[in-house]
Structures are given as C-alpha cells and as structure tokens.
C-alpha cells in the first residue's frame, strides 16, 4: 500500500474522478437547462377538466405544466375537503389556463382529488395572441368583413393579418422612423448653427424647405399606415371558452392558431421548430413573458465584439510592451502584480467605475464638445452600448495580456536573434515572427475574455443594458451603427425574467430556455474563436522550425 502511494498511482486516479464528476455535473446542469427550456415549444396537449369543489361545479381548459405530491394530512389541516380520499399524498397539478381577461388566475392549482373528469377534446385551439396571453376554445365561427365563411380558413386570415401587421411595423420604423430622425437631425443642426450665430435667413428657409417636405412625405405614409391598420380591424373570430360563453377575437391580435390534440408526432415536431425559430428571431412581449429574445441575443452578440475589437489590441499592446521593452526592475515586476489583481476584483466595482468615468465624465465632455445642441439631454454622456464594452474590455484585459505574454514567453529566443542577426529591425522582428508566432496565444485570451463577457451582468446593469430597448444599435439612418443607445443582453433578461417579472409561473420555463441560448451563444463564439486559433496555429507551424 506505502509504494502504492509512492508511485502517485491514487493522486492519478483522484485527478481522474475529479475531472470525471466535474464533467459528468456540467453534462448533466446542460442537459437539465435543455429539456426543461426547449420542452417549453413542443406543443403540449391542451386539456379539459370537469372539477367539482364543495358545491361549486366547473369545466377548466388549459395546458398542464408541473406536477407535485402533496402530503394529505397538510391540505386536511389547511381546511380542505378531501372526501373519501385515504391516501398519504395527493397529486396537485398546475395549469395554465390564459384567457387572462376573463379569469381571475392565468394558473392555478388543481387537486386530484377535485378532478372529476379529464379529457383531450378534438378541436380544441390554443390562440397565441399579441398581449393578453394565450387563449384556449373552441372556433365557434369565423368572420370575414362581417360574413361568416368556413373555419378552415382561419390560419389563412390569421397569416393576412400577421403579414398586414409586419408591413404597418415597417412601415412605422422604416419610412417614417426616418422621417422623425431626420426631423430631429435638422433640430439639432438648426440649434447648432444658432449657438455658433451662423443661423441665417438662407439657412432657415432651406430647414423649412426640407421640413416642408419631410411633413408631406409623412402624411403620404401615415395615410398608408391608416390604411393598413384600417384593414387589420376587418375579421373575427369568434371561440368558445371554458365558461361556455362566446367571445370575440379580433383577427388582428391572434398571432398564430393550432390544435395540438388533433396533431400527430410529425406534426408536433415541425411545430416545435416553429416555435423555436419564432423565440429566436421575434422581439418580447407581455413584460418579456411571451415573444422571442431576438434583441437581447443581437445586444449579446454586438457588444460582445465591439468589446473583442477594444481589449485585442489594447492587451496585446500591453503584453508586448512588458515583455519585449520593459524592463526587469520593481516598476515591472509591481505592474504585473497589479495586472493579475485586476482580474480578481468584483465585476460590480468595473461597473462602477464605468459608469463614472466613462459615462459621467468621458460621456459628459464628449457631449459637451461636439453635441452641445443636444444638451441637456445626453447623447454619450448616458450609459450605451459603447461604455459597456469599454467596460467589459477592461475587466478582461488582464486576461488577453497574461496570455500573450505566456505565449509569447514560450518563442525561443534563438528566433529573435537569428532575426536580428538577419538584419531585421526589433520592429519587424516582433510584427513578422512574435505576433504571428503568438497569435494562437492571443486568440487564447479572447477565448476566455469572451466567454466572461458574454455572462456578465452586474457591470452591465450600470453602463448600458435595459429591459426593453425600443431600438436596436444598428438600423438603416446614418451613421447606421449607433454606440450610443442602449441594449438588451441575454444575462440580463435571464435576471428580469426570472426574478422580475409580474407572472412567475410563466416565466419560469423562458429562463431555461433563455439560459440554453445564451450558453449557446457563447459556444457559438468559442468555437468561432478556436477555429480561428487553429487556423492560426497551423499557418504559423513552420516558424517553430
């Protein structure tokens, strides 16, 4: 046993099952986020409760969503009647019911032992509507421009209206989201000749001009917009709900129908990439309880690269420079020291820091010297999706330059003086040999400073990130990229979903399925980076010979 431990043979065998549990836990944390997010889109049936409670009798409608044993003795001491019921636990099963404007709960809770019948009915439809949540009934009729045609043609009126619906939105924000930008442009450009006094009667007959005309085009495409919204007001639908009553849907907010308890499997799987492609690429509703996440993954995504094309250069900069050119004193030694602590200080305190100086005092003194028309209202000078990634950038800076310098470190100095020796200048020498030898060391870094950015949140929280951005950082008016406005991050809408949002229940499953996306995008941009990496790697093999 003694030359057993000698040998190291256990701290193998240790290192081996630690790697093997950590392995196995992230595997099995992954595929929990997987089923409990993605099994939100598979179309559930949609079921039809006969409950009796006390005296009171009534039909429930609705989708279940969890289920739990309850211990019997509880509920008895909790008052409730549980009849002839002897067992030691009753299931309780929860379900959501929508019709939100008509009952009082969008989920509640049923006993087993209150259910007296449960049944999948044929026909039965689940209505995904624009605000109120989801609807659950039975197509009593459907009405086009007041005359009652077949109900088979209801999906084809309901893509109508989605079609009339994205044409009014773009309509909305491109022509005349353009027109309202431009008006306030000359606003401020009208403002900006008169505080330099270089206002003249020339200069305010061309703004008239111009806004003269910028009114008639409006008025051109808000007649449009009257128009179309005009023909979105023309069907009806009229459903059954679970009270037995008849209630009027407007076409117009129905976003999509389908009858899960008549689809077969196919049907259901094709329905569930539906689904999941509408939650990628639709904006949120309902207090971002309903909708896709498309902003928050493009908000995601953008800064994340604007931050990679900041802190790149910048740390390998910093790693050339104290590796290459400075020298090996105290100074050096105190400023790695400090480099390596940077990467153990709270993100909140960058946060902090970000939000002083680069949008208070940065932000302010940009606003001050170049859009001084604007002020008060700020243009840098308030937290944006530029500060945020300069934010970002400078929390993972001391991980792209310790890993330069690292790689950089492991170049054999014969390279360097053969070079040298060659007639090369140390200029070339470090462009042409060091950097390219490097460089899988420096995608390295961006690896790592990537993945933490893309999860971090409480920095965010102050320097740019929102709930709801009514308009993404890129968009059709000059200059087309906007760094000054805000965002919506993934992280972020994880946090507001999961712990702010107004129903819980409903939340629930979209924090599992906006944590698998978000942990999907960071993949995305890893592997992106590490096939750069070995890309790199083998381009510049034949150096190391």
């Given at each position: 046993m003694k030359d057993w431990f000698k040998s190291g043979s256990p701290w193998i065998w240790m290192t081996a099952g630690a790697v093997s549990i950590s392995l196995i836990s992230?595997?099995?944390?992954l595929v929990m986020i997987a089923a409990r997010g993605l099994g939100f889109f598979w179309p559930a049936d949609v079921y039809e409760f006969d409950v009796q409670q006390a005296d009171n009798k009534q039909t429930i409608i609705g989708e279940i969503y969890d289920r739990e044993q309850v211990p019997a003795k509880r509920l008895k001491n909790m008052g409730i009647?549980?009849?002839?019921f002897q067992g030691e636990t009753v299931e309780r099963i929860l379900i959501k019911t929508g019709n939100r404007e008509f009952v009082e709960l969008d989920f509640r809770w049923l006993l087993q032992t209150d259910i007296k019948k449960t049944d999948t009915p044929s026909g039965l439809g689940v209505f995904e509507r624009s605000r109120n949540g989801n609807f659950y009934g039975y197509v009593d009729k459907v009405i086009l421009d007041g005359q009652q045609v077949d109900s088979a043609r209801l999906e084809e009126l309901i893509e109508r209206a989605v079609d009339i619906s994205e044409q009014a939105v773009d309509l909305q924000n491109g022509e005349i989201g353009s027109i309202n930008y431009r008006l306030e442009k000359m606003r401020l450009e009208e403002r900006a000749l008169e505080l330099k006094d270089k206002l003249t009667d020339e200069r305010i007959a061309?703004?008239?001009q111009e806004r003269k005309q910028l009114k008639e085009s409006y008025q051109e495409f808000e007649k449009e917009l009257f128009q179309l919204r005009k023909a979105l007001d023309r069907d009806e639908v009229v459903v059954k709900d679970m009270r037995g009553e008849l209630v009027t849907l407007r076409i117009a907010e129905v976003l999509d129908v389908h009858f899960p308890n008549d689809m077969s499997a196919l049907q259901k799987l094709g329905r569930f990439f539906v689904q999941l492609g509408r939650f990628v690429t639709d904006d949120p509703r309902e207090a971002n309880t309903e909708g896709g996440v498309f902003p928050a993954i493009f908000g995601t995504v953008f800064m994340v690269m604007l931050m990679a094309v900041i802190v790149t250069p910048f740390g390998v900069v910093a790693a050339i420079y104290l590796h290459e050119y400075a020298a090996k004193n105290t100074v050096t030694k105190v400023i790695r020291i400090a480099v390596i602590n940077l990467a153990g200080v709270p993100s909140i305190v960058y946060g902090v820091f970000g939000l002083g100086f680069f949008v208070y005092m940065l932000g302010g003194s940009i606003d001050e010297l170049f859009y001084p028309e604007a002020l008060p209202n700020p243009t840098f000078g308030t937290p944006g999706v530029i500060w945020s990634a300069l934010t970002l950038a400078i929390l993972t800076l001391p991980v792209v330059i310790v890993s330069t310098e690292?790689?950089?470190?492991?170049?054999?100095?014969?390279?360097?003086?053969?070079?040298l020796a060659l007639g090369a200048t140390k200029a070339e020498t470090l462009w042409r040999i060091i950097i390219p030898m490097a460089s899988p060391a420096i995608m390295t870094g961006l690896i790592l400073a990537v993945a933490r950015a893309a999860g971090e949140v409480a920095p965010l929280m102050l320097v740019g990130v929102v709930k709801m951005a009514p308009t993404l950082p890129i968009d059709g008016n000059f200059p087309f990229v906007h760094v000054d406005r805000k965002f919506m991050h993934l992280g972020f809408h994880i946090y507001d979903v999961g712990f702010q949002s107004p129903n819980v229940e409903a939340a629930r499953p979209l924090v599992y399925a906006t944590a698998f996306l978000l942990v999907t995008v960071i993949v995305a941009l890893n592997i992106t980076a590490i096939g750069i990496r070995n890309h790199l790697r083998e381009k510049y093999k034949s150096l190391e010979h």
């Open positions: 992230v595997i099995g944390l009647d549980l009849g002839d061309e703004f008239e690292e790689g950089m470190s492991r170049i054999p100095s014969s390279l360097r003086q053969g070079s």
